[in-house]
Structure formats: structure tokens, C-alpha cells
């Protein structure tokens, strides 16, 4: 029998509360009326819904449905979820992860940033919630009631960092979690999303589904991003054969066998000499693997608009 007390922060002034790894295991959560308190989930979890909350710093481990902020100002969060959706809120700066275009309404005040933290657990969470770590669209804001010649949101400064908004807890309990902010080590690749570009040069590269797809990804956003180039997007996705010729074109034939076997990763990096680099790097590193690289500069923004055209259709957005 599951007791909502466990699963609820209710009234609390000026606490540091939290659950540690095992303890929400997919249930549902509430947190309302709170006031100056950090609040921790280190589990993932059905839904959660936040009300009146003020002046909070919270982290919520990966949520498999929506998350839901009404009526709260002035909080800080770290929020990874399959939807993310605000009312009635002021001043929240949020390090978000969400799989679809995050919702605001009737909120203003709004800051946006990409989604970074590691602790040992986290991964097998994002597999429990049902999330890929590739899919995020945190900077993709639909602002449902916008104002004229208003803007209610904006992106936080590029170099902000997560222990600077929500810091480490300092609840003996809540230490036990192995947590990194360090952003090179965070699950979730750190994305510029809709930030200006800095090159009119972009590569998209796509692995195949296999024991290694996810390992590969990194490595390649590791390797590109110690050279300078910097990460854009990325998204898992499944293909059919016919979305392949729209995407690869030439060379779908080649990739197609490969559909079958599971979701695609997409990666697309930018900066000037990006489709070299990743070809040659790609070459070097993953001789033994299929990729699909850009063949040129020429085709590559084409590439790179094919397939997240396709990418977004396929989820909706």
C-alpha cells in the first residue's frame, strides 16, 4: 500500500529535504506551499506536480510523464521529464531536460538553460522513465499567452552553472548521493539548442542502433568538443526505409538494414571545418562502425535540416 505522505513535500519553511536513489521508484510526487527550502528527488517518478513555491532550489531526477509548475516564483530547478509545462509562475530559472517542446503560460520571467548533472544512478533512471538522454528540446519554449513586444523567456548566460542555482545538499542523508555538476562528466550531453550559431558550417553524423550506440555518441561529443566544435542537438529516433531516403539520400540503401535494429542517434555539430573534422575524427576513432557523416560543406545544413525535420514530425513537436 503506497502512502501519499511518502511521496509528498507539503508546508515546509526553510528545510533541506530530499529521496534518495530507490525511494520514489516511478511513483507519483507532490510538493506545495514551500518556502526557502532545497528540495532533492535523486529517483525518477511518475509525475510531479509543484504548487506555491517560493524561493526554493529543487532537482528532479528523470520524470517518465509531465512535470507541472503552477503558481511559484522566485525557484531554481534542475528538471528532467517527458513534458514540462509552468502556470501562473515568476522568475524560474530552470536547467531543463525534456523530450518535448516545454509549455509556459501565463509566466513571466522565465530562464532556460541545458540540463547537467551525474550521479552513478542517473542513467538507469533516464531508462526507467522511459527518457532518452539525446532527446532535448530544453530551449524550444512554446509560450502559450504571449505579450506584445514582451518577451516572458529567455536562455541563461552560456557559462552559468548548476551548483551556482541549486548547490550540493548539506543534509547528512542526502551527501550519500556521488554527485557531479562538473559539466563534461553530466549524463545528458550539454547542447547550445537555439543559441545563435557561430559558424554557418554545421555536420550532422548518425549512429545505428548497437551494444556500443550510446558510447559511440559520447565519444565522438567528446572528441569534436575538445577540438572546438560545439554540439548543437542530438536526438534518438526510430527510422523506416522510406524516411531514410528522404535523410540520406544517396547513400540510404547503405543505412537501411541498419533501421531495423533500433533507434538512430543524431548528432549535429558547428564551426568552421566541422564536416572535415568529423569525417576524418569519425575515420580515426570508429573505423569498424557505420556512420553517416555530411559528405560537404554544401550538403550538410541540408542534412541537417532533412533529418530533424523528419526528427520533429516523427515526435510531434
Known amino acids: 500500500q503506497v502512502d501519499p505522505k511518502d511521496y509528498t513535500f507539503s508546508g515546509l519553511k526553510n528545510e533541506t529535504v530530499g529521496r534518495l536513489p530507490g525511494k520514489v521508484a516511478g511513483q507519483q510526487f507532490v510538493i506545495q506551499d514551500c518556502e526557502n527550502c532545497k528540495i532533492y528527488i535523486f529517483d525518477h517518478s511518475a509525475t510531479i506536480t509543484i504548487d506555491d513555491c517560493v524561493n526554493c532550489q529543487i532537482f528532479l531526477g528523470p520524470i517518465k510523464g509531465s512535470v507541472f509548475f503552477r503558481d511559484c516564483k522566485d525557484c531554481k530547478c534542475v528538471v528532467a521529464c517527458q513534458q514540462f509545462r509552468t502556470r501562473d509562475c515568476r522568475k524560474l530559472e530552470v536547467f531543463l531536460c525534456c523530450a518535448t517542446q516545454p509549455i509556459i503560460e501565463s509566466s513571466t520571467g522565465m530562464k532556460f538553460g541545458c540540463f547537467q548533472y551525474y550521479y552513478p544512478e542517473l542513467a538507469l533512471q533516464f531508462k526507467d522513465a522511459g ?23 529567455g536562455l541563461l548566460p552560456e ?12 543534509s ?32 550532422l ?3 545505428f542502433a ?34 531514410a531516403h528522404r535523410v540520406f539520400q544517396q547513400s540510404a540503401l547503405e543505412f537501411i538494414p541498419l533501421l531495423e535494429k533500433g533507434p538512430v542517434v543524431a548528432l549535429e555539430f558547428n564551426g568552421d571545418d566541422a564536416v572535415e573534422q568529423c569525417r576524418s575524427t569519425i575515420n580515426d576513432v570508429f573505423s569498424g562502425t557505420k556512420v553517416f557523416v555530411s559528405e560537404s560543406k554544401a550538403s550538410a545544413s541540408q542534412d541537417v535540416d532533412n533529418f530533424y525535420n523528419f526528427a520533429d514530425m516523427q515526435m510531434g513537436m
Open 210 to 243: 548497437g551494444d556500443y550506440t550510446t558510447a559511440n555518441a559520447r565519444k565522438l561529443i567528446d572528441e569534436m568538443t575538445s577540438k572546438g566544435f560545439q554540439l548543437i542537438q542530438t536526438k534518438e529516433v526510430l527510422m523506416k526505409a522510406e524516411d
Open 205 to 207: 553524423a548518425v549512429f
Open 172 to 203: 547528512e542523508e542526502l551527501k550519500a548521493v556521488r554527485i557531479s555538476t562538473d559539466a563534461t562528466k553530466s549524463i545528458i550531453p550539454i547542447t547550445r539548442g537555439q543559441r545563435q550559431k557561430n559558424s554557418d558550417e554545421s555536420c
Open 159 to 170: 557559462t552559468a552553472e548548476v551548483q551556482d542555482y541549486v548547490p550540493l545538499p548539506d
Open 131 to 153: 527518457l532518452s538522454i539525446f532527446n532535448n528540446t530544453w530551449s524550444n519554449i512554446h509560450d502559450f499567452t504571449p505579450v506584445s513586444g514582451e518577451n516572458n523567456w
